[in-house]
């Protein structure tokens, strides 16, 4: 992989990770615009810039990394439960699934229901401004709400904010509470394809893996702190209509 193909990937990893507009949807296209294949060796690329997003997370919410905000990790792990179990259990279901145009439907179905539930919401208040009054029945059925993300193009970040958002979280913490549950389920995910591609790891290519990293963590901090203040003035309409005009792109141009 060359320098500038690094660099664009790990800038794509680290804006759309934690946008709801699916990473994995943005990458495929990247990369096929690159022309860059699906090889093991850019599958353990993407490996590494996925853990640069999570380092990312880390680096946000340190100061929530400690035994006083010990009842914020049980309800993300609660959170976390359903889709590790139903990924554990259909991962090569799921990944059967995998298709451009499955990616492209599940944008549009995305984008519509941002757009549904932004009309249903119309700026009524939310009950619950803050991560930590998050209660454990929340979590739960935001986590019921992340299964729908092992659909391919779904977005993890957008199911869990839509699921949040429909149990009383308003939009700025229903994003805190993505980020947070983005930890346990971005390190299962990318320490089981660790596992399976680390002999992929190209020594020749260090300078290029180092510089993926890098550009992804800056990226993807920088995107976290930037939502947080969109979302102080702005709703998910935005998102919901990049959605379906990108859905419809892939579908148009990819699709035969």
């Known amino acids: 992989m060359e320098l500038m193909q690094a660099i664009i990937l790990g800038l794509i990893e680290g804006i759309t990770e934690f946008l709801p507009i699916s990473s994995t949807g943005h990458l495929i296209v990247a990369s096929s615009w ?5 090889t093991e060796g850019n599958k353990a690329f993407e490996v590494i810039i996925q853990l640069a997003a999570i380092l990312a997370v880390t680096a946000t919410y340190r100061d929530k990394i400690s035994l006083s905000h010990l009842g914020l990790w049980l309800k993300v792990a609660l959170a976390f439960i359903p889709v590790g179990i139903v990924g554990l259990l259909f991962h090569t279901q799921i990944k059967a699934m995998f298709s451009i145009e499955i990616v492209a439907i599940m944008f549009i179905v995305g984008g519509v229901i941002f757009l549904i539930i932004e009309w249903l919401q119309n700026d009524k ?13 929340q979590s739960f059925w935001i986590g019921i709400a992340q299964v729908f993300a092992l659909i391919p193009g779904t977005s993890r970040a957008g199911a869990s904010i839509i699921g949040a958002m429909m ?14 549950l983005a930890l346990p389920v971005m390190l299962a995910a990318s ?12 020594a020749g290519n260090t300078l290029a893996l180092m510089v993926g990293f890098m550009v992804a963590f800056l990226s993807a901090y920088a995107t976290m702190k930037l939502l947080l203040q969109f979302l102080q003035r702005f709703t998910f309409v935005a998102f ?14 990819m699709v035969p």
């Open 125 to 137: 208040p939310a009950p619950t401004t803050d991560i930590e009054q998050v209660s454990y029945r």
């Open 167 to 180: 149990v009383g979280l308003d939009r700025k913490t229903s994003a805190e509470f993505s980020f947070l």
């Open 240 to 253: 919901g209509l990049y959605r379906i005009v990108f859905g419809a792109l892939l579908l148009w141009i």
């Open 34 to 38: 690159l022309g860059l294949e699906q």
């Open 191 to 202: 320490g089981f394809d660790l596992l399976k591609h680390y002999d992929e790891f190209d």
